[in-house]
């Protein structure tokens, strides 16, 4: 927004210039972005910054949005108060006597209208504003339009209320009324734009038609022309959510529903009203009838208990109990109880009447707590921190010492942030990156990735982002496509996140870590080719990850649909299911636009979290020569290594070291549903050389045992 620093001196007196100004507002957060003097008044040139000075300087700012209040030229000359300690003149119009002039107006709608305050005003002449209104107004890069509808232009820039001005002889019925629209209700507007309205909309009409939509623009069927003679203002409260609703509906954003729909003043109609009475006055004549106040509901502010405690606690000691009053005082804020309530000398400043914004305070020498009732223009204040705020930014935080914030207790590791940093630490090694994903997903997403109910977003972004996901895979391969259709072909990322289940009418969090690769294992060079990453390289990062948690890791092919069924395993600990991993299915891959093999590994860390880190031992390698002996058996389908490997170890063989499966063989002589398998078992003494008999009868025990599996040994 736009301000003029000559406007702001019309409520306040300071001795700095517009610049040392500008940085004061600043540091208290009101930012002067910049400023600038227009051609017109520097000779048509813009000018340097030394030029930049005098009564036409303009401010560049920037407000933020829950600052409504600083939004006009009295808010801004408030903070300037503050800032400077400096008296603030209040708004009093100066009126003549009133008439009485009967104008109903009634407030159907009590929620989208609290209070509506109006005035009449009768033979006024229309005509242009005068000099010092119209050249206020293009200095703010607007364009004067006669002297009603600029003096409530004006108001609106100097008070930050918006206000409106209907053509009283265009109003029929005599009456204004504050409604919902009816079905089928139209309106043209200001800008000669035919609006349909909804029964949702909130306008200001007449007894026979709506004559304005409420809060964002008048219509022209009752606008001020130069025919116009009698006038009715408007000045009232709007509902913020309804504005905003209408405003965004159609498709209007205007000055007033900018200012409406982050809240209005609820106290300032009447002023506002008067503010606009009393310009009109001055420039078109005209008779005054007396104030038309409607109130349906009360907004009130909340009175806060404010503790020299929390302001020591927060800020430090280092304000004066004298300089809070100050401060709060010139910002509008009132004592009403407490060691500042009542009237003293002791506040800088000469006290000055309650209008809106010079507000007074007193001394009593007793409590040191404060209850403060918030001003009606301040929205943004609901919470005692919030009063700590303005004392602060108006006291200056560079005045505020360089000090670290207390702490009492001690700096906790979550239980398993060791197992996490393990975990991503020998990811990295293995030459993965981290990257982070959307929690958001589609739901033919959840249906190919998830085997629980998704949990559905009430109110989701877009189609494609309507459910949280139950699985980190879609979110990587996105990552992964994205890589290679920009031409990086070998792609290795993890990410560790939360995926979220439905569980009967609860939702459920789980933590998974998820790795995808894709392209070369090994880089290419002199001397060819770089080996591709196959199931083996991704099986093996698996094992990597595992095999430092104590607990022994099966493999088996029990993996979902979404993997390929002759290139994926899946691995338990004790039975639970703690990876699953492989080629991504090539229907998936396809449908995905994946154009090379994709390798996806999702690994349950709730439950591979559950156990102990394996600890190193050492074990001092014997001097004696190991003994390795082959049995070479074919087994049915249907009996995994697992089962093999279980009943080997049944056996309690001390010096059997090892027992591994050396090689798989399927098909030849080796009939459908069977396999054939070469096993390696060592055996070896860190006491002594073992004799051939020894190893002879362990072996016969192995094969005994493989026997009772349906094990046949082979010749």
């Known amino acids: 927004m736009r301000i003029i620093p000559s406007w702001i001196r019309d409520f306040i007196s300071v001795s700095d210039d517009d610049h040392q100004m500008a940085e004061r507002l600043t540091a208290s957060g009101v930012a002067i972005e910049g400023f600038y003097l227009p051609q017109h008044a520097n000779n048509g040139r813009a000018g340097g910054p030394d030029e930049q000075s005098g009564p036409d300087l303009v401010y560049e700012a920037e407000v933020t949005t829950n600052r409504v209040d600083a939004m006009n030229h009295y808010g801004v000359a408030r903070e300037v108060s503050a800032i400077y300690d400096a008296v603030l003149k209040p708004v009093e119009p100066k009126l003549p006597a009133t008439h009485r002039f009967d104008f109903p107006i009634e407030i159907e709608d009590a929620e989208g209208c609290a ?246 305070f007193a001394v009593a020498e007793s409590a040191s707590d404060f209850t403060v009732e918030v001003p009606t223009w301040r929205l943004d204040i609901e919470r005692p921190i919030d009063l700590i705020e303005e004392i602060a930014r108006i006291y200056g935080y560079n005045k505020f010492a360089n000090t670290l914030p207390s702490f009492a207790g001690a700096v906790v590791e979550l239980p398993m942030a060791q197992k996490q940093a393990l975990m991503r630490e020998r990811l990295m090694a293995l030459g993965y990156d981290e990257s982070m994903s959307s929690t958001f997903m589609a739901h033919g997403d959840a249906k190919v990735f998830g085997v629980c109910e998704p949990v559905q977003i009430a109110n989701p972004l877009n189609e494609e982002m309507g459910f949280m996901r139950t699985s980190l895979a879609p979110g990587m391969l996105n990552q992964v496509a994205y890589n290679l259709n920009r031409g990086n072909a070998n792609v290795r990322l993890f990410e560790s996140g939360d995926v979220f289940e439905m569980v009967g009418d609860k939702v459920n969090e789980r933590r998974r870590i998820t790795f995808v690769a894709t392209g070369a294992a090994t880089e290419s060079g002199v001397h060819g080719q770089g080996e591709p990453i196959s199931f083996f390289h991704v099986k093996g990062d ?170 046949v040994q082979r010749a």
């Open 542 to 711: 698996v094992e990597a990850l595992l095999t430092e948690f104590a607990g022994k890791v099966i493999f088996d092919t029990q993996t979902p649909a979404y993997l390929h069924p002759g290139r994926s395993a899946r691995a338990t600990m004790d039975g639970a299911t703690i990876a699953l991993f492989g080629q991504l299915h090539p229907d998936v891959a396809a449908s995905r636009k994946l154009k090379q093999e994709v390798f996806v590994a999702e690994v349950f860390v709730d439950r591979l979290f559950e156990r102990n880190l394996r600890e190193a031992q050492y074990t001092a390698i014997s001097r004696y020569p190991a003994v390795d002996r082959d049995f070479s058996f074919v087994f049915d389908d249907a009996v995994g290594f697992d089962r093999i490997l279980e009943t080997v170890e049944a056996l309690k063989i001390p010096e059997m070291k090892s027992f591994i499966p050396a090689e798989v063989f399927r098909g030849g002589n080796v009939a459908q549903g069977k396999y054939s398998v070469l096993l390696r078992a060592e055996f070896q003494s860190s006491e002594r050389t073992l004799r051939d008999d020894e190893v002879a009868l362990w072996s016969q025990q192995i094969i005994k045992a493989l026997e009772t599996l349906g094990g």
């Open 115 to 360: 209070r509506y305050t109006a005035r009449v005003v009768r033979n006024v002449k229309i005509g242009p504003s005068p000099a010092r209104i119209a050249h206020r107004i293009e200095l703010l890069d607007s364009r004067p339009i006669n002297n009603v509808a600029d003096a409530t232009n004006y108001a609106l820039i100097e008070l930050g209320h918006p206000t409106h001005a209907f053509d009283l002889d265009l109003l029929e019925g005599g009456k204004i009324i504050v409604r919902r629209a009816h079905a089928g209700e139209t309106i043209t507007t200001l800008d000669g734009v035919d609006r349909k309205l909804s029964p949702e909309d909130l306008v200001i009409a007449d007894a026979v038609k709506p004559v304005a939509i409420a809060g964002v623009m008048g219509g022209a069927g009752t606008m001020i022309t130069e025919r116009t003679k009698n006038v009715l203002i408007e000045s009232a409260w709007f509902d913020p959510a309804s504005i905003r609703a209408t405003s965004k509906r159609l498709g209007m954003h205007t000055d007033a529903s900018h200012r409406f729909e982050r809240g209005a003043d609820y106290g300032i109609t009447s002023l506002a009203c008067a503010r606009v009475a009393e310009l009109i006055l001055a420039s078109a004549g005209g008779e005054l009838g007396d104030e038309i106040d409607a109130v349906a509901r009360v907004i009130e502010r909340p009175t806060l208990e404010l503790t020299r405690h929390d302001v020591q606690r927060i800020l430090g000691p280092g304000i004066p109990d004298q300089e809070i009053a100050r401060i709060l005082r010139r910002l509008g804020f009132v004592i009403t109880s407490g060691r500042f309530a009542g009237n003293s000398n002791l506040i800088s400043g000469s006290a000055s009447t309650r209008v809106h914004g010079g507000l007074h």
